[in-house]
């Protein structure tokens, strides 16, 4: 099956600063979506982004199709930023599973 | 107006228990799905159900039975609960193809 690889596993930023998470997998893919999972076990859709860019306040992300990988950016990170990140795609739309990464945790410190 | 839930939030239980989790979603989504989260956060689909017809069964063993009663609602009963079942489940529904989960069922079986 489909392999998710997310870098780096964990991460740790002072508030403010920025940061780049990536997503690689390992064939084509026609749905890729980024998830945030708080502190408080809730997860939550950020992007579904196959291809191309989005932008959603301080966070954005892009997916290079051709070259299998995502990457998700957080602009002056906050506290409330702190969780895992999980990238998860799907091969084939709908019928085929949603296959999740491993996730990468970030710690936002004040 | 919650838009994906669940119930309970926590199920603590002995083993060889029958239990079951509820989930509705409001969102008039055709599509929800089950996931089970385990201790090193790895979230993996078990199934998903399109307009109360099962489309996906991830090789989950014969003791859980999703039930879909109308297209809003995918319950989950569990017979025969073992010490391995512990974790967090997740309900989640689509309409396209972007996914939204509900807050989770922490289950603990003893």
């Known amino acids: 099956g489909i392999q998710v690889e997310q870098s780096p596993p964990d991460l740790i930023l002072q508030e403010g600063a920025n940061s780049t998470l990536r997503c690689n997998f390992s064939?084509?893919?026609?749905?890729l979506q980024w998830f945030h999972q708080n502190p408080w076990g809730q997860l939550i859709n950020l992007f579904y982004i196959p291809s191309g860019t989005k932008q959603n306040g301080r966070l954005s992300a892009t997916t290079v199709a051709t070259e299998r990988y995502s990457l998700l950016y957080i602009s002056s990170s906050q506290t409330t930023d702190s969780g895992v990140y999980f990238c998860a795609v799907e091969r084939f739309s709908g019928n085929t599973p949603l296959v999740f990464g491993k996730g990468t945790r970030l710690s936002v410190i004040a | 107006d919650t838009a994906v839930s669940q119930t309970p939030k926590y199920l603590v239980t002995q083993m060889g228990n029958d239990k079951s989790i509820k989930c509705e979603q409001n969102l008039g989504h055709d599509t929800m799905y089950w996931y089970k989260q385990d201790s090193k956060k790895f979230l993996k689909i078990m199934f998903s159900?399109?307009?109360?017809?099962?489309?996906i069964n991830e090789t989950v063993p014969n003791r859980f039975s999703p039930k879909s009663p109308d297209k809003a609602h995918l319950n989950l009963h569990i017979n025969s609960l073992e010490l391995g079942d512990s974790a967090v489940y997740f309900c989640?529904?689509?309409?396209?193809?972007?996914?939204?989960f509900g807050p989770g069922t922490r289950l603990t079986v003893l």
């Open positions: 064939d084509s893919v026609n749905n």
């Open positions: 159900y399109n307009n109360k017809e099962l489309i």
């Open positions: 989640a529904s689509s309409q396209l193809l972007q996914q939204f």
